[in-house]
């Protein structure tokens, strides 16, 4: 079912960047993944801008939780830094890899504790260590379906 918005001067179809906190609250209450998908882009495009600003508003109020969670984590994530992303990112590589830490740093070619300063963000791996982690969960991926 299309999402319509109601009391309202705009439409859906409408940008964005129009819709204001009533027409993203809609959105996240009763839309889709489509509307979603377009107040996430808005979002990763300006950060601080004032639909995100609106979507911060919003998600004070919202009802639906899986809906505000899920915009909740783009906005967090469109504002966090490049190492903040980093780190989120290594630490996704981990857990999908699914081993213990000594085996996946001597899979990647790295010390546990080494590892470990990684994921902490402690210490910035280099593109190789980040391939080779990418690699290494990839596989495990495979093997564990």
């Known amino acids: 079912m299309a999402l319509r918005f109601r009391n309202l001067n705009v439409s859906p179809d409408d940008p964005v960047t129009?819709?204001?906190v009533e027409g993203i609250l809609a959105a996240i209450d009763r839309g889709g993944l489509d509307d979603w998908s377009k107040v996430g882009v808005a979002v990763e495009v300006a950060p601080y801008g004032?639909?995100?600003a609106d979507l911060?508003?919003?998600l004070a109020i919202?009802?639906?939780g899986g809906?505000?969670?899920l915009l909740r984590r783009v906005l967090d994530d469109a504002r966090a830094s490049a190492e903040e992303?980093?780190?989120r990112r290594l630490r996704e590589l981990a857990r999908?890899?699914?081993l213990p830490q000594q085996r996946l740093a001597e899979r990647i070619g790295t010390s546990r504790s080494r590892l470990s300063s990684?994921?902490?963000g402690a210490v910035t791996p280099s593109a190789v260590v980040i391939t080779r982690l990418e690699e290494v969960a990839r596989s495990r991926q495979s093997e564990l379906a």
Request: proline share 4%; no cysteine.
């Open 18 to 20: 129009e819709w204001g």
């Open 50 to 52: 004032p639909v995100a």
């Open 56 to 58: 911060e508003e919003a």
């Open 62 to 64: 919202a009802e639906s």
């Open 67 to 69: 809906a505000a969670a």
């Open 85 to 87: 992303r980093t780190v």
């Open 96 to 98: 999908a890899a699914d």
């Open 118 to 120: 990684y994921l902490s």
